[in-house]
């Protein structure tokens, strides 16, 4: 079993400050990492992937991903209203190819 | 271009029915996952269509199936439906390959059984 744990939310930041989500993963051969933003009511939209160990940054979002713990996290700074929804973490496993969802993290920000 | 497009939106069936959704993918992506969502589940994997044939199969009873075609739109037909099976049943295209790939969502189709 594949799995990809998230923690546990709800998270809930005012509105300016960096949002830092968590996941971790038990395929230590995955090579392929995903965040999906999902709104209420709304399908998941990939917003970030990153393959190689390190920081990747786009706009406010930037993915970290440590393969030796097994870890990946999303920030995202300057946090805003409309940054509220649920974000998932996928990873790609080794052996199968497809891809295991965490249950997500629901996010609120506040003005 | 185009992104993954789910038919139909919403629909609403009695049980014992039986109901198909489509996905189609985006243009040249050979991948198409199935998933169902609910709110106490989280997004549970049914299955994986590549160039025709399921690649990858999640624990859903038999009564869950699905197809690929040639231009690699799926179907997924669920026989016999039960008031459990109301939920956002969503798509997910990709190129398909084992390296790096990307994979996009559809809108969905939410299902009422009633």
């Known amino acids: 079993q594949k799995e990809v744990e998230q923690n546990s939310g709800p998270l809930s930041v005012p509105e300016g400050a960096i949002a830092s989500l968590n996941c971790t993963y038990s395929?230590?051969?995955?090579?392929?990492f995903f965040w999906y933003r999902q709104y209420s009511g709304k399908s998941p939209e990939l917003i970030m992937s990153?393959?190689?160990?390190g920081d990747k940054e786009d706009g406010r979002f930037t993915a970290q991903l440590n393969k030796a713990s097994q870890y990946v996290s999303l920030l995202i700074r300057d946090s805003q209203p409309s940054d509220s929804a649920t974000y998932l973490c996928a990873v790609k496993g080794s052996t199968l190819g497809r891809l295991y969802f965490g249950r997500g993290t629901q996010l609120t920000v506040w003005p | 271009k185009a992104g993954v497009t789910q038919t139909p939106r919403y629909l609403i069936k009695t049980r014992g029915q039986q109901v198909t959704l489509s996905c189609s993918p985006i243009?040249?992506?050979?991948?198409v996952s199935w998933y169902q969502q609910t709110p106490g589940q989280g997004l549970q994997f049914l299955f994986e269509?590549?160039?025709?044939?399921?690649?990858n199969k999640g624990n859903f009873p038999g009564r869950f199936s699905g197809r690929q075609f040639s231009n690699s739109r799926s179907e997924m037909n669920v026989s016999t439906l039960e008031l459990g099976d109301s939920a956002l049943y969503l798509c997910?295209?990709?190129?398909?390959?084992?390296?790096?790939?990307?994979?996009?969502f559809g809108q969905g189709t939410r299902l009422t059984v009633v």
């Open positions: 395929d230590r051969g995955s090579q392929s």
């Open positions: 243009s040249g992506h050979r991948s």
């Open positions: 997910a295209s990709s190129l398909g390959g084992r390296e790096n790939t990307e994979a996009f």
């Open positions: 990153i393959y190689s160990n």
């Open positions: 269509y590549f160039s025709e044939t399921q690649r």
